[in-house]
């Protein structure tokens, strides 16, 4: 079985049209990531109970398979009453499973901003929210960004496992092609590729703001 | 509630594969960590590039495209199926190999000039200087991010069920899940349950190394991060 040319012109509207699925997923599922991640990590400085309850909840999300737990939103939440198309799941899913990623990520962006800093916020008689908004985030996040982006990769990388729930993105519209036309060959790695293609080039884009900012 | 002791058996008829995955695929994952890893730092420029290309070509696809292109791709290419499982553990080994090397990489890099040039004027030969010298002081370094690297394979394991591999992920989904539907709450949590209990004796296991491979170097105790 050869290399078909043809065939591959005749699939590619399909794994693009799959590739916008994944896209779109990427860019939702991070935006939730990158704000539930910190606030995530602004309450695990906050008191005892709240701190102690989110970082359990990190932990067991970092410790426990996305896949399984795609299939635990996606099959639990109908029983309480929520009942979210497969790609809202999908992105819920992403977006918490990174979330807990990225308030590591903060964490250390923010364990990195010296003490002084809080003192001179607390001197000021800033308030709370002010000391946060004003003192600490504008120095912690941008050092952070290049690992913030390193998620948004992964989490790209990731998002075929969404299959599982029956999101068409580029592996399910490979899967469905190959499934009658068994010309397994070309979809997998024009899928293989379609990867490759946005995220080596990600991948330098982040690499030279790291060497920009200096990684912590 | 429905049969606790029932679903645990269920899934623990999962456990075998989950475990030979995890186990297999760490083993692998090791192994091509320190090839690919020591080959990026080779003095052939050969070496370097095969590596290089090896390393990014893996992290920059995705593990799931990885699985299904040996699952369904490679039997056209080559004539035959490989086993399930033994697909899994080499796409397991393949892809976070690709990630350990950077690991390994990274740490033979942060040890000290010093100790090469010690163990240049000693006479050691190139091996003895990287066996004796080099890598003792490198695995300390590297030990902690291999743990959150194996956790990441054992969670990558539950991708297997995408290619037939009765492991946990596959009995909750395609036994649990259909026969006791009133209760995916419970199942699905005993099955994350089950992860987060795997997940915790590689950490165990890790940390012991992390302490044993410092006492080697007369670290004693090493910070617990």
């Known amino acids: 079985m050869s290399w078909d040319w043809n065939y591959v012109v005749d699939v590619l509207p399909a794994l693009l049209d799959g590739l916008r699925i994944t896209v779109v997923a990427t860019l939702l599922g991070s935006l939730v990531a990158l704000v539930l991640g910190l606030v995530f990590a602004v309450l695990m400085r906050g008191p005892a109970p709240v701190r102690i309850v989110v970082r359990a909840l990190v932990e067991f999300v970092r410790s426990t398979p996305l896949l399984v737990q795609v299939f635990f939103l996606f099959f639990v939440l109908p029983q309480f009453g929520v009942t979210l198309g497969a790609l809202v799941v999908g992105v819920v899913a992403l977006g918490l499973h990174y979330a807990a990623y990225n308030s590591e990520v903060y964490r250390a962006g923010i364990e990195a901003v010296p003490r002084g800093q809080w003192e001179a916020a607390t001197a000021l008689s800033l308030p709370r929210s002010r000391v946060w908004t004003g003192v600490i985030l504008p120095q912690a996040i941008p050092r952070v960004l290049p690992a913030l982006g390193n998620n948004v990769i992964s989490m790209f990388k990731e998002t075929p496992l969404l299959i599982g729930i029956g999101v068409l993105d580029i592996v399910g519209q490979a899967r469905e092609a190959g499934n009658t036309s068994f010309r397994y060959v070309e979809v997998y790695t024009i899928a293989g590729l379609l990867f490759l293609v946005l995220s080596y080039p990600a991948a330098l884009l982040v690499r030279r703001l790291e060497r920009r900012v200096g990684s912590i | ?225």
């Open chain 2, 1 to 225: 509630m429905g049969d606790v002791g029932t679903w645990l058996q269920v899934l623990l008829l999962g456990l075998p594969a989950t475990l030979i995955a995890t186990v297999g695929g760490i083993v692998l994952t090791v192994v091509l960590s320190f090839v690919a890893g020591l080959a990026l730092l080779s003095p052939s420029r050969a070496v370097r590039v095969i590596s290089r290309v090896y390393v990014e070509g893996l992290r920059g696809t995705s593990e799931v495209v990885q699985l299904f292109w040996i699952f369904f791709a490679l039997p056209v290419l080559v004539g035959f199926q490989i086993v399930p499982i033994w697909a899994g553990v080499l796409v397991l080994g393949l892809n976070h190999g690709a990630y350990g090397a950077e690991i390994v990489r990274g740490a033979v890099q942060s040890v000290p000039r010093e100790q090469y040039e010690g163990a240049l004027a000693l006479s050691l030969s190139p091996v003895q200087r990287m066996r004796r010298v080099i890598l003792p002081q490198a695995v300390v370094e590297m030990l902690p991010p291999f743990n959150n690297l194996f956790i990441q394979l054992l969670k990558s394991t539950a991708l297997l069920s995408f290619v037939f591999v009765q492991e946990v992920t596959r009995q909750a989904h395609d036994v649990l899940i259909p026969a006791f539907n009133p209760y995916v709450f419970p199942i699905l949590l005993l099955t994350l349950a089950f992860y987060l209990v795997l997940s915790l004796l590689i950490t165990a296991g890790m940390r012991a190394l992390e302490r044993a491979a410092g006492r080697r170097l007369g670290r004693g105790a090493v910070p617990v991060g």
